[in-house]
């Protein structure tokens, strides 16, 4: 079946440094790809997300690329502050029978920002 | 966070009951989804319905089941079938555009098998 695959599973950062977590998604049909954070314990939370028509997303600290051809996307976050320390996810939209899309995630990244 | 909720926040079932598990979403979504979460393991789709009384399968829908009846309502069933249930369950929404699938998650169930 479909698939995404992302890593690393775990990243650590100091406070100020970049971050970077690459996807890569199996089913070159997908055309959607949200990142989701998950703090512990509560529900993932959107926090950017690409079209297939748009290389490139940039929303304050937060940046996502997408490259089709290679079918990868990655999510860069600049200028990290302890509050960013979550669980990351990646996800790529896939056609589920003749009508009818659905999402499927990366298996997460715990990132760890210290200061 | 608002518009999606899921109750109870945490059940325990004995071996060999079965047991359901409430979403409910005020949004107007059309479509929705539940979601088995296990450590390092992702978020990993059970079913979703994309209509009122239609509903598919996801890649690990064994043990399970799932009704739809009303709009805002997906409750899940997870049947004694289902050999290790103990998980973190969430249910999302997102309405029925083919280019925007923005899911919307529920707080989550903690379901324990004792």
């Known amino acids: 079946g479909e698939n995404v695959e992302q890593h690393p599973s775990t990243l650590s950062v100091q406070e100020g440094d970049s971050a970077v977590i690459k996807c890569t998604y199996s089913d070159s049909a997908s055309n959607y790809f949200p990142w989701y954070k998950q703090e512990l314990g509560k529900r993932p939370q959107l926090i950017i997300d690409?079209?297939?028509?748009?290389g490139e997303k940039k929303d304050q600290r937060i940046a996502v690329t997408l490259n089709k051809t290679a079918k990868h996307f990655s999510l860069h976050i600049t200028e990290t502050q302890p509050e960013d320390s979550a669980v990351y996810f990646c996800?790529?939209?896939?056609?589920?029978?003749?009508?009818?899309?659905?999402?499927?995630f990366g298996k997460g990244t715990t990132l760890s920002v210290s200061s | 966070d608002g518009g999606i909720t899921q109750s109870p926040k945490y059940l325990f079932r004995k071996e060999g009951q079965n047991v359901t598990l409430s979403c409910e979403q005020n949004l107007n979504h059309d479509a929705m989804y539940w979601y088995r979460q296990d450590p390092g393991q992702g978020l990993r789709l059970i079913y979703y319905?994309?209509?009122?009384?239609?509903?598919q399968k996801g890649d690990i829908a064994e043990g399970y089941s799932v009704s739809r009846e009303k709009k805002e309502s997906f409750p899940l069933t997870v049947t004694s079938a289902q050999k290790n249930p103990t998980a973190f369950y969430l249910c999302a929404s997102s309405t029925f555009m083919d280019f925007n699938n923005e899911q919307f998650f529920g707080p989550g169930t903690r379901l324990t098998v004792l």
């Open positions: 690409i079209r297939s028509n748009v």
């Open positions: 319905s994309q209509i009122v009384n239609d509903f």
């Open positions: 996800a790529a939209s896939i056609r589920f029978h003749q009508a009818g899309t659905a999402l499927i």
